[in-house]
Nanobody, 126 residues
Framework: QVQLVESGGGLVQAGGSLRLSCAASGRTFSVYTMAWFRQAPGKEREFVAGIMWSGGTRYSADSVTGRFTISRDNAKNTVYLQMNSLKPEDTAVYYC???????????????????WGQGTQVTVSS
């Protein structure tokens, strides 16, 4: 098992920035891919960005490409999501997820990930 703890959420004005962190503990040596998802009120959870634990291959959703950047610090077992130029429609609970499965790609479906954090709220005011 791997435990994931998100932090860094909060309230920010449109156009502002936030950096989310996801600290992993436990069987971190088994982690293959990590990702960020988000869920807005009344909507389904959606993929935001993902990264392979080794090699650094990244993939992000079209809605955030150019504004959000996912990165990792293997020494700290932490994944980050730098969010710039935030918009009110970015308001959601952001979840960190991890997968042990070596698929060769960064999955963008919830089904690709077995381990989830509790989420952190991001609110962007207009």
């Amino acid at each position: 098992q791997v435990q994931l703890v998100e932090s860094g959420g909060g309230l920010v004005q449109a156009g502002g920035s936030l950096r989310l962190s996801c600290a992993a503990s436990g069987r971190t040596f088994s982690v293959y891919t990590m990702a960020w998802f988000r869920q807005a009120p009344g909507k389904e959870r959606e993929f935001v960005a993902g990264i392979m634990w080794s090699g650094g291959t990244r993939y992000s959703a079209d809605s955030v490409t150019g504004r959000f950047t996912i990165s990792r610090d293997n020494a700290k077992n932490t994944v980050y999501l730098q969010m710039n130029s935030l918009k009110p429609e970015d308001t959601a609970v952001y979840y960190c997820a991890a997968s042990f499965f070596r698929t060769g790609v960064v999955g963008s479906s919830q089904r690709n990930y077995e381990h989830w954090g509790q989420g952190t709220q991001v609110t962007v005011s207009s």
